[in-house]
């Protein structure tokens, strides 16, 4: 492989901000896998955030780049698996397998696409060293008429198009709206970019707790639940970002709470059903051999957290603290009081994508 921006290469980053800044170039945040593409000729290379190697994961995205891309080309994008009307995160996780037979079963039953959001080189001509501005025009034009797993991302420069974007593409599964400074070069591993997440607020039940991996005198994270409409407790996600000095207050503070699992809803013994544990957080969906062994409480303290979105039926990222709710009857902690965002189709943001779906 020779090209004018060889692998391996740290991707450009973003950073949080409040609102949509002016002046810029906005894109729909997609909820993937970033990656930067390599192609020369049949070598075709797939790295990760991480600089890791991703080719080996997703064999169908290598034969479609030498199908669908330029001969020479180096793309920034994010590896994204359609479902339905929406992006599915965890038939994502579920290709980062290390048996090859079972990533080849995978890629023919829920196969992966591209979305092309930057271009870092094209033939011989390096374009990380040229505007936002030029790369967007000459990435538009380079992959002009590509697909079906390779898809150009929209952008616009209206801010009144990007606030829709941001309000209407969640009930698709996207995170929120990127915004690039038009004149920006392609700084790798730097964060020069925007991003604009939904956040929201939950009033959830503290079941249970991990201990932090420095002793057993201090709080690692915090298991957060809700009441479902039959009455069970279900595991939405964590919590786990305190000082130090809190989480051994917080060990303290919970003391008085802890029971046994004979008492406690989450008693995964008493259950056969792997489905059963998993969906009420007795096991790891991302690894298998993870130990999620915790401390049960009972379910009688309420704690706000902020998230962005759910992911199934648990938050997608960890939360975060927000305050205590002593005010709060666990009992009224359901799923109600979720966000629900409006359904809306993949095919609406990027023709042809949901095809894959299907």
Known sequence: MKLPVMPPVSPMLSKAVSEIPEGASYEPKWDGFRSILFRDGDEVELGSRNERPMTRYFPELAEAARVELPQRCVVDGEIVIAAGDGL???????????????VRMLAEQTPAAFIAFDLLALGDTDYTVRPFAQRRAALV???????????????????????????????????????????????????TMFKIKHQRTADCVVAGYRLHKSGDDAVGSLLLSLYDADGSLASVGVIGAFPMAR?????????????????????????????????????SRWNAGKDLSFVPLRPERVVEVRYDHMEGRRFRHTAQFNRWR???????????QLDTPVTFSLDDIVPGLGRLAN
């Not at 009857?329 to 109600?336: A, F, G, L, M, Q």
């Open 247 to 283: 989480r051994r207050t917080l060990f303290t503070e919970l003391q008085p709470l802890v029971t046994t699992f004979d008492h406690h809803p989450w008693n995964w013994a008493a259950h056969a059903d792997p489905e059963v544990v998993r969906r009420y957080g007795g096991g």
């Open 326 to 336: 002593p005010d709060r009857d666990p009992r009224s902690c359901t799923y109600e």
């Open 88 to 102: 599915d995160f965890e038939a994502l996780q579920l290709r980062l397998h290390p048996a090859a037979s079972r």
């Open 141 to 191: 034009d380079g992959l002009a008429g590509v697909g079906p797993t390779f898809h150009v991302t929209p952008a616009t420069t209206d801010v009144a198009t990007a606030q829709r974007w941001f309000d209407e593409f969640e009930g698709a599964g996207l995170d929120g709206v990127i915004a690039k400074p038009l004149g920006g070069l392609y700084l790798p591993d730097k964060r």
